[in-house]
């Protein structure tokens, strides 16, 4: 019998440690291992079930792109790698030397930053193209409803900006808005309050409507603004906040196409549970 013992014993380990890296869930032929839930789990910070759903959405996303079958050049990726080393403020080897820190080939990179590049190809050929863009009706009807979110939202000012090399010239065209003062240059704009600095910002906002600002100093000169327009302090008219509601609008109706189009694949899909 103690020689039977240790048999045993090694004999549920073994079953144990198969059993905690099995497969848990086949999806359209690609397996899914409880290893990998768990995983998914403890780095995400998320219950079995949400970590399930989100390996089953990636094996979905994984087959349609196969499927699609989206073809991507070498000068695609090479182009987003420089946007994505650009906008980190590093070049391509300075990119591969962090990367290698942290224990990721730029191989491995550069294949995922593709699977990437097709899955935005993918969203936009398949997802995105399906959302039609909204009428006037639908977006007073989303703000409306989501009035709250846009309290603080950017809001478009009409502004003519005066622009000369002296003060005096600044206040002599202040005094004569309609006459054409030599030296001094006109330029009609619409500025959004989130594209100016702080100090401008409220510069505008204590300054009527039909009015000019106090002449300012700057690196280009003497500038002062006549303000024809401006957004409404606290909570935005709609036609002020516009462009923030139709960004917000698209957003939720693409997240929402994202969603139903999941939810149609895995409607479709041979989803087999071998063990949770």
């Known amino acids: ?53 989100a390996l089953i959405k990636d ?8 499927k699609a079958d989206i073809q991507i050049s070498q000068e695609e990726i090479q182009a987003k790698v420089q946007a994505i080393a650009q906008a980190k403020g590093m070049n391509q080897e300075q990119m591969q030397k962090i990367l290698a820190q942290k224990g990721l080939t730029w191989d491995s990179y550069i294949k995922q930053l593709t699977t990437e590049i097709k899955k ?17 009706e639908e977006l007073k009807q989303f703000y409306n409803t989501h009035k709250e979110q846009f309290s603080n939202a950017p809001t478009q000012m009409s502004l003519v900006v005066y622009n000369a090399s002296s003060i005096e010239k600044i206040k002599e065209a202040i005094s004569n808005p309609m006459k054409p003062i030599d030296g001094v240059s006109k330029q009609n704009i619409l500025a959004s309050s989130n594209q100016m600095s702080p100090q401008l910002l409220e510069l505008i906002k204590k300054t009527p409507n039909n009015s000019f600002t106090p002449p300012v100093n700057t690196s280009k000169g003497v500038v002062a603004y006549f303000v024809k327009s401006k957004g409404e302090q606290g909570q935005g008219s709609f036609e002020s906040v516009k462009n923030a509601v139709t960004g917000m609008w698209m957003q939720e109706q ?23």
């Open 254 to 276: 693409r997240g929402q196409a994202g969603q139903d189009f999941f939810n149609k694949l895995k409607s479709n899909a041979k989803i087999r549970v071998i063990r949770l």
């Open 59 to 66: 094996r979905l996303e994984k087959s349609a792109l196969k």
């Open 1 to 53: 019998m103690k020689k039977i013992l240790p048999f045993l014993l090694f004999s549920l380990i073994s079953t144990e440690a198969q059993i905690i890296d099995a497969i848990a869930i086949d999806v359209e032929g690609e397996a899914i291992t409880t290893l990998e839930i768990q995983a998914v789990q403890q780095k995400m910070n998320m219950s079995k079930q949400a970590a399930v759903e």
């Open 120 to 136: 935005e190809h993918f969203f936009k050929e398949h997802i995105a193209s399906s959302v039609t863009p909204p009428s006037i």
